[in-house]
């Protein structure tokens, strides 16, 4: 039977479960992520570890290491084809590092340049619409000094004449389906695999993160995009709503997998229209990077704080490599954790912008945990971090009525969503370890 390797090299640690073709897992590891030298070092160091369970047949890879991928998204209005193309973008596993709407000016052009994307999603006007600042935002992006590649996912009807114009001057791009055809439709497919052929293309070697090209043949999608890929299998395998509330050190990222029913697929009359499988990300909330940002966060969401957290937020913030050392610090790094997730889910499930509808998460059906401060929790500090999320009736959010809550501990989710495209069996089995683990 053969071995499948999957490999997320994050930004902190590089992760590897060894599954075979079933989705049975033989083995996971993990090392800190080798960025000081070459991210392969961390990765060879797995496959001698992990060498004792046999032959490797093939490695899947995914990244997120050396920031992951910074996108900007430029549009027509803020509340909705910028918005529109920002989610695209999150769904995409990109960080959104910049949103910037209606007809670009040379400040405008100034600060997308200090954002230092990796890529920028061009998008604009509904098919048939507005052509105009699509064009013109076309035209100033091709004479501007960025070196970015564009990603252009606008009016259909323009694309021919943006295309010219990114051509006259020798702009990287690619054409993409209209992220938004028509008010109240968002279509993501299309930009998304752009977003990801482009990352594979453009950004992986990019980064001066390996010295040779076998790490960037290797990866094949951004982390985000492969955990939210994973995700979905989940909820297919449950036949039911998912959402996964990931807590890292710099950001609390949260996902949701969720079918559209009853009176729910009415919102798709919204002025943008949810997504169904969406992703959010929350760079104010991190464990350690942004520790500071959840005590700010919690107290404007008015959450109470356990004595001594502001103090213990500061401290990690100024060191993040610090790790709990005593049962004091173990119960303020769960409380930390406790205030990011309800944060984050709160921010999740309100409405995403003006027109738009909160998003329905009353049938969620399973919760998952994930982040190292949980995968290293006891089962009751994970109970006390995802219970205050299920709980949070004070929220402004329907909360799931009845929701089974699990952690990822093995953190396979992110192997799910690499094997789906190649290895569906694998990852339908793989995924329903995460709910029923051995």
Not at 7 to 12: A, C, E, I, Y
Not at 121 to 135: C, H, S
Not at 161 to 172: I, N, Y
């Amino acid at each position: 039977m053969a071995r499948l390797l999957c490999v997320d090299f994050g930004s902190t640690f590089t992760k590897a479960a060894l599954v075979d073709s079933s989705g049975e897992v033989v083995a996971t590891a993990a090392t800190p992520t080798t960025i000081g030298t070459d991210v392969l070092d961390g990765y060879r160091l797995l496959r001698h570890e992990l060498a004792v369970h046999g032959e490797v047949d093939e490695v899947l890879a995914c990244s997120s290491a050396g920031g992951g991928l910074r996108l900007a998204v430029v549009g027509y209005e803020r509340e909705v084809t910028a918005q529109a193309g920002y989610r695209v973008g999150l769904s995409a596993g990109a960080r959104v590092a910049h949103l910037a709407a209606g007809p670009l000016s040379g400040p405008d052009l100034a600060e997308l340049r200090a954002s230092r994307p990796d890529l920028v999603l061009l998008v604009g006007g509904t098919d048939g619409g507005n052509a105009e600042v699509l064009v013109h935002n076309a035209s100033r992006m091709a004479r501007a000094r960025l070196g970015a590649p564009v990603v252009v996912a606008g009016n259909r009807d323009a694309q021919g004449e943006v295309a010219e114009v990114l051509s006259s001057t020798g702009r990287r791009f690619t054409l993409a389906d209209n992220v938004l055809p028509s008010i109240g439709v968002i279509a993501p497919e299309s930009a998304r695999a752009a977003i990801r052929a482009a990352f594979l293309e453009h950004v992986i070697g990019g980064k001066g993160l390996s010295r040779g090209p076998e790490f960037a043949q290797m990866v094949q999608a951004p982390t985000p995009d492969a955990v939210l890929d994973g995700v979905e299998v989940l909820a297919e395998q449950l036949d039911g709503d998912v959402m996964v509330v990931d807590v890292g050190g710099a950001t609390t990222d949260v996902y949701s997998a969720l079918r559209p029913q009853g009176e729910d697929a009415g919102l798709a009359k919204d002025v943008v229209a949810p997504l169904w499988q969406s992703r959010t990300v929350e760079a104010d909330l991190g464990m350690r990077w942004n520790a500071v940002g959840i005590v700010e966060a919690a107290t404007r969401e008015h959450l109470p704080l356990s004595d001594g957290l502001e103090a213990y937020a500061a401290m990690v913030a100024a060191d993040p490599s610090h790790l709990p050392v005593d049962d004091t610090e173990r119960a303020l790094d769960l409380a930390l954790a406790r205030a990011a997730a309800v944060v984050a889910v709160r921010r999740h499930a309100r409405p995403s912008g003006p027109g738009a509808s909160p998003r329905p998460l009353a049938d969620v059906g399973v919760v998952v945990g994930s982040g190292g401060v949980l995968r290293h929790a006891d089962d009751e500090g994970r109970a006390e971090v995802l219970g205050a999320v299920t709980a949070d009736h004070a929220g402004g959010w329907k909360v799931p009525r009845e929701a089974a809550v699990v952690t990822d501990a093995a953190y396979l989710l992110f192997a799910v969503g690499l094997l789906r495209g190649d290895h569906p069996e694998a990852a339908k089995a793989l995924a329903r370890t995460v709910v029923t683990p051995t």
